[in-house]
């Protein structure tokens, strides 16, 4: 499949999911997300990608810790980032969900710490991702549902 057309998939699943009311809290607020799939390198999987930008710098050793979560499913996948404090903007990105759970929120909640060492909280900022297809629009990204 070429770059067009992955970029189109992309696009389709962005428009299945919607940020209900983007968050802000004392550090970070969210610009928008959605959940994305790249049906070349892995088929029938998911990720939740999610845009934010800095409200106020943190320090520069910063460390970010993102959670990801489903409403209806146990499961957590988490994901640790050096901060870039320069950056306005970042972008977070779950690791792979073998399977979507369809008209479901996916919930991001980030803890920001003051260094490595992860004693000292800095703050969190928790954001919930919707997501909602038609059976036609799963099937034809190849998704696994995990309700199915």
Not at 75 to 94: C, G, M, N, Y
Not at 115 to 122: E, H
């Amino acid at each position: 499949m070429n770059h067009r057309a992955s970029v189109l998939i992309a696009l389709l699943l962005a428009a299945c999911a919607s940020v209900p009311r983007p968050e802000a809290s004392e550090y970070i607020k969210t610009l928008g997300g959605g959940v994305l799939t790249d049906m070349n390198k892995h088929p029938g999987e998911a990720y939740v990608g999610v845009n934010f930008a800095w409200v106020k710098a943190p320090p520069a050793q910063a460390v970010l810790v993102a959670e990801f979560t489903n409403d209806r499913r146990p499961a957590r996948l988490t994901t640790e980032v050096p901060v870039a404090p320069i950056d306005k903007t970042f972008v977070l990105k779950s690791p792979l969900f073998g399977c979507v759970v369809n008209n479901s929120q996916y919930i991001v909640t980030i803890t920001l710490f003051a260094d490595q060492t992860k004693s000292t909280v800095l703050g969190t900022h928790r954001q919930a991702v919707g997501f909602a297809a038609t059976p036609n629009i799963i099937q034809q990204m190849k998704l696994r549902q995990c309700d199915a």
